[in-house]
């Protein structure tokens, strides 16, 4: 995943026919984990990599902090999304046959060119 929205969203709506790969799923979904918010899953969103120049959900958001940079959805990473989803904060996709859709199994593209340090700060994707 790379990006996220956070509890500044007012769920207009507007991020989600923007995502080329549709990972972002509206309010009320029944596979959005959270609550008046909407929800970006993780084992689908590539950061716009070869879509566009920047993250086009960001572009599209009218409230200012409400996309931010989240860790790479890499096997680096699958701790993380793994306890991310145990807690509810993620909610990974099971398959079938393959189990958890966890980075070792599918994981995704991103820009390496955004720090860590933003992505741990969970930097406003914005300011990119």
């Not at 699958?78 to 306890?83: A, L, Q, R, V």
Request: one cysteine or more.
């Amino acid at each position: 995943m790379a990006v996220k929205i956070t509890d500044e969203c007012i769920a207009c709506e507007a991020c989600e026919s923007e995502c080329p790969v549709a990972a972002i799923l509206a309010d009320g979904n029944e596979k959005n984990p959270k609550d008046g918010i909407l929800y970006v899953k993780p084992e689908s969103c590539v950061e716009c990599v070869d879509h566009a120049d920047a993250p086009r959900c960001a572009e599209a958001c009218p409230t200012a902090g409400a996309i931010v940079w989240d860790m790479p959805y890499t096997t680096d990473f699958s701790t993380y999304y793994s306890s991310g989803h145990e807690s509810g904060e993620y909610k990974i996709r099971e398959h079938k046959s393959k189990g958890l859709m966890l980075p070792e199994i599918k994981s995704q593209k991103f820009r390496p060119e955004i720090p860590m340090s933003t992505r741990e700060a969970y930097g406003n994707v914005s300011n990119f």
